[in-house]
């Protein structure tokens, strides 16, 4: 087994394709400064003496560069950038022994796995409550990245991993210090965000939860490390939550965040950014169905905001083909959500926008003027529009003489 896992993450294939990977994913560098597009050539002029140094327990990890980004209502999450060289070491790794573990895993787990996304996760818990199950145990666990012990992961890993080079390799990525305001900060708990390995070694970590929950036969739902338990009565769920709450604290030595867990109902219950509210039909009781929830619905209208600047400098085909490529990404992971008639009064809210860039545009009179009656505007409405004191969001919602918008999208300059 030592040689065979180990030859399988060193074959020449196997590096050439994680090194493909981390190129295609992008991403900034780690602290030696060493980039993606650096890459490829890295690997082809030291691949003999790389892979001659984790076979033998010689690749030191080098320390993880730290990064804080915002997280929402103020806060920040602590991400953890790799060299690229360990990020094409850890995809190699994570190609391999994800197979192993991916046919072991809860059917109900649907974080960071392949042909699984949010769309599934949150149908199933819909499914759940909507066959009676409205009783829902929340359990928030707290900062669960930065608080994963390392001795516990590593007696998971050795399970199915014999192989003492990947094990070494392993454990020197998570004991790999941090480096911030040029320190070098110590790790002995936690998985660093930002790493290809990182969302495996959750899984890894939160499968056993996943057993102990299957092994009481609770209906749950996961994704990464938000999961919810639905039961019918309220006996029921105090009764699973109180002894999931056991099993966290004791078995896996995970916090959980109290202010945050409880017992809901489904109109106080929130998965992954969805709502349930209840569905007002004739002949139709006790039946909800999913909405988007207000706070990510404001990130979204926020970042169409921000894309659809008057004052932003792009052309008008950049603005929309980045506009498109946002605003479908995002209407794809939520189309199941009841969301057509917020859809419908989004759309009128960005043609305005969009009138008022081209109005923004065209900057002076005659141009506009000109335009307009390009569009079919007559001239005298024309000459009056262009010549208005109205400021340009007005002039965008101005109705033509036909009782119609203005089709200002349409024009190409």
């Given at each position: 087994?030592?040689?065979?896992?180990?030859?399988?993450?060193?074959?020449?294939?196997?590096?050439?394709?994680?090194?493909?990977?981390?190129?295609?994913?992008?991403?900034?560098?780690?602290?030696?400064?060493?980039?993606?597009?650096?890459?490829?050539?890295?690997?082809?002029?030291?691949?003999?003496?790389?892979?001659?140094?984790?076979?033998?327990?010689?690749?030191?990890?080098?320390?993880?560069?730290?990064?804080?980004?915002?997280?929402?209502?103020?806060?920040?999450?602590?991400?953890?950038?790799?060299?690229?060289?360990?990020?094409?070491?850890?995809?190699?790794?994570?190609?391999?022994?994800?197979?192993?573990?991916?046919?072991?895993?809860?059917?109900?787990?649907?974080?960071?796995?392949?042909?699984?996304?949010?769309?599934?996760?949150?149908?199933?818990?819909?499914?759940?409550?909507?066959?009676?199950?409205?009783?829902?145990?929340?359990?928030?666990?707290?900062?669960?990245?930065?608080?994963?012990?390392?001795?516990?992961?590593?007696?998971?890993?050795?399970?199915?991993?014999?192989?003492?080079?990947?094990?070494?390799?392993?454990?020197?990525?998570?004991?790999?210090?941090?480096?911030?305001?040029?320190?070098?900060?110590?790790?002995?708990?936690?998985?660093?965000?930002?790493?290809?390995?990182?969302?495996?070694?959750?899984?890894?970590?939160?499968?056993?939860?996943?057993?102990?929950?299957?092994?009481?036969?609770?209906?749950?739902?996961?994704?990464?490390?938000?999961?919810?338990?639905?039961?019918?009565?309220?006996?029921?769920?105090?009764?699973?939550?109180?002894?999931?709450?056991?099993?966290?604290?004791?078995?896996?030595?995970?916090?959980?965040?109290?202010?945050?867990?409880?017992?809901?109902?489904?109109v106080q219950f929130q998965i992954?950014?969805?709502?349930f509210v209840p569905i007002y039909?004739?002949?139709?009781?006790?039946?909800?169905?999913?909405?988007?929830?207000?706070?990510?619905?404001?990130?979204?209208?926020?970042?169409?905001?921000?894309?659809?600047?008057?004052?932003?400098?792009?052309?008008?085909?950049?603005?929309?083909?980045?506009?498109n490529a946002y605003a479908n990404?995002?209407?794809?992971?939520?189309?199941?959500?009841?969301?057509?008639?917020?859809?419908?009064?989004?759309?009128?809210?960005?043609?305005?926008?969009?009138?008022?860039?081209?109005?923004?545009?065209?900057?002076?009179?005659?141009?506009?003027?000109?335009?307009?009656?390009?569009?079919?505007?007559?001239?005298?409405?024309?000459?009056?529009?262009?010549?208005?004191?109205?400021?340009?969001?007005?002039?965008?919602?101005?109705?033509?003489?036909?009782?119609?918008?203005?089709?200002?999208?349409?024009?190409?300059?």
């Amino acid at each position: 087994m030592r040689e065979e896992l180990i030859e399988q993450i060193l074959q020449n294939a196997n590096l050439t394709k994680a090194c493909e990977e981390v190129i295609r994913n992008k991403g900034a560098g780690g602290v030696d400064g060493m980039q993606v597009t650096e890459l490829k050539k890295y690997l082809d002029q030291h691949r003999g003496k790389l892979s001659q140094q984790v076979r033998n327990c010689q690749y030191h990890a080098q320390p993880i560069r730290g990064k804080e980004i915002p997280k929402g209502k103020g806060k920040t999450r602590l991400l953890g950038i790799p060299t690229v060289v360990d990020r094409m070491l850890q995809q190699a790794v994570l190609r391999v022994i994800s197979l192993q573990y991916e046919m072991a895993f809860s059917s109900y787990s649907y974080g960071f796995r392949p042909r699984r996304n949010i769309i599934q996760a949150t149908s199933k818990s819909l499914n759940y409550i909507n066959s009676g199950y409205q009783h829902i145990v929340e359990i928030d666990l707290k900062q669960f990245f930065d608080k994963v012990e390392h001795v516990l992961l590593l007696q998971l890993l050795y399970r199915n991993i014999k192989c003492k080079a990947t094990m070494c390799l392993i454990r020197r990525w998570l004991r790999a210090p941090l480096a911030k305001d040029g320190k070098l900060i110590k790790r002995r708990i936690g998985i660093p965000q930002g790493s290809p390995i990182s969302p495996l070694l959750a899984n890894i970590v939160l499968h056993e939860l996943d057993t102990e929950m299957e092994k009481r036969n609770l209906r749950f739902v996961r994704y990464a490390d938000d999961f919810s338990i639905y039961c019918k009565t309220k006996v029921e769920a105090r009764k699973a939550g109180n002894d999931i709450y056991v099993f966290l604290r004791d078995k896996l030595k995970l916090p959980i965040n109290k202010a945050k867990s409880g017992i809901r109902r489904p109109v106080q219950f929130q998965i992954l950014g969805f709502g349930f509210v209840p569905i007002y039909k004739k002949g139709v009781k006790g039946k909800y169905q999913l909405v988007i929830t207000a706070n990510k619905w404001n990130v979204f209208k926020t970042k169409l905001k921000e894309i659809t600047r008057k004052t932003r400098p792009m052309s008008f085909d950049e603005r929309i083909f980045e506009l498109n490529a946002y605003a479908n990404g995002w209407i794809e992971s939520r189309k199941y959500a009841n969301i057509k008639v917020k859809l419908y009064e989004l759309d009128g809210w960005l043609r305005n926008r969009l009138r008022y860039c081209i109005w923004h545009h065209w900057k002076k009179a005659e141009r506009r003027r000109k335009n307009l009656i390009r569009l079919g505007v007559e001239p005298d409405q024309a000459y009056a529009w262009s010549r208005s004191n109205m400021g340009g969001w007005a002039i965008a919602q101005r109705r033509s003489p036909h009782d119609q918008l203005v089709a200002w999208p349409c024009v190409r300059e």
